[in-house]
């Protein structure tokens, strides 16, 4: 009994890993450049989710400090 279900989970992981094998890379695309109000974008996200993170810390009543 043990044997049928370890022969069927062989048996999955073999055709996972065939199928992982066959799948072609995504590289049928060109790269983007990023603009310059791209970049701008992405670090005023960054900045926003780091102030978020510091108030949300500095709100909470466990931590008084918080190590950068």
Do not use: C, H, Q, W
């Amino acid at each position: 009994m043990v044997m049928m279900g370890l022969d069927r989970l062989v048996g999955n992981l073999k055709s996972k890993f065939r199928s992982f094998k066959m799948k072609k890379p995504a590289a049928d695309y060109n790269k983007i450049e990023k603009s310059d109000s791209m970049r701008v974008e992405i670090r005023s996200k960054k900045a926003r989710k780091l102030i978020e993170k510091t108030l949300k810390v500095a709100d909470s009543p466990k931590m008084k400090t918080f190590a950068f």
